[in-house]
């Protein structure tokens, strides 16, 4: 199975700071990567699919790239409402894995 | 617009079975496969498993194979996650999502409903 790790596990920055969230791949996963926004008592927010393609209604501060095995999420300038978990995930095989996840923190 | 409403929070005992629908309106139900995932309390992620709403197939986490079953009501539009034998782990809140492009079992899932609440306690 294919092992999603993100990292940091925890980032801490200010409002108006540039974020940047890894995703490593045990193995390639193309261009089949998602990144997904958790505010707490929320569902998961798509954000990012096929690795760079903002999903509807998503500000252009988020953006994804990457292939193959290294993926990243960039935010460029913080909002306070940018504070959450974001999780990668991918499509290529199963079983459909997320990563364990990045929680972005108010510094 | 796309809403998915789930059923609301239940309390079962080790050993027990649960039954979680997700209601879809604002599509053509049939188009779109439906995933399940679930979040234990403070952790991550993780899928469960897919059914399409046209034929009745699913797939499964090799995990929850044998315990779990997704169905299909199409005259109503709700699609039902069955889980059985319970135990203290699976306490969780289950997602069901939409997959964001008609016709692919394994797309982005871009409508999720707000989550059901499975606590497992004796």
């Known amino acids: 199975d294919i092992v999603l790790t993100q990292s940091p596990a925890t980032l801490s920055l200010s409002p108006g700071d540039r974020a940047t969230l890894s995703c490593r791949a045990s193995?390639?996963?193309?261009?089949?990567l998602a990144w997904y926004q958790q505010r707490p008592g929320q569902p998961p927010r798509l954000l990012i699919y096929?690795?760079?393609t903002r999903a509807a209604g998503i500000p252009a501060r988020f953006s994804g790239s990457g292939s193959g095995t290294d993926f990243t999420l960039t935010i460029s300038s913080l909002e306070p409402e940018d504070f959450a978990v974001y999780y990668c995930?991918?499509?290529?095989?199963?079983?459909?894995?997320f990563g364990q996840g990045t929680r972005l923190e108010i510094k | 617009q796309v809403q998915l409403v789930q059923s609301g929070a239940e309390v079962k005992k080790p050993g027990a079975s649960v039954k979680v629908s997700c209601k879809a309106s604002?599509?053509?139900?049939?188009?779109?496969?439906f995933h399940w995932v679930r979040q234990a309390p403070g952790q991550g992620l993780e899928w469960v498993g897919l059914?399409?709403?046209?034929?009745?197939?699913?797939h499964y986490a090799q995990k929850f194979e044998g315990r779990v079953s997704m169905t299909t009501n199409s005259s109503t539009n709700t699609v039902y996650m069955e889980l059985t034998t319970l135990k203290s782990e699976d306490t969780a809140v289950y997602y069901c999502?939409?997959?964001?492009?008609?016709?692919?079992?394994?797309?982005?899932?871009?409508?999720w409903g707000q989550g059901t609440l499975v606590t497992v306690s004796s």
């Open positions: 999502a939409r997959i964001r492009e008609a016709g692919y079992s394994s797309g982005w899932f871009a409508f």
């Open positions: 604002g599509y053509t139900f049939t188009s779109y496969y």
């Open positions: 059914m399409n709403p046209n034929s009745d197939y699913t």
């Open positions: 193995q390639s996963v193309s261009s089949y």
């Open positions: 096929d690795a760079s």
């Open positions: 995930h991918q499509r290529s095989n199963w079983p459909l894995p």
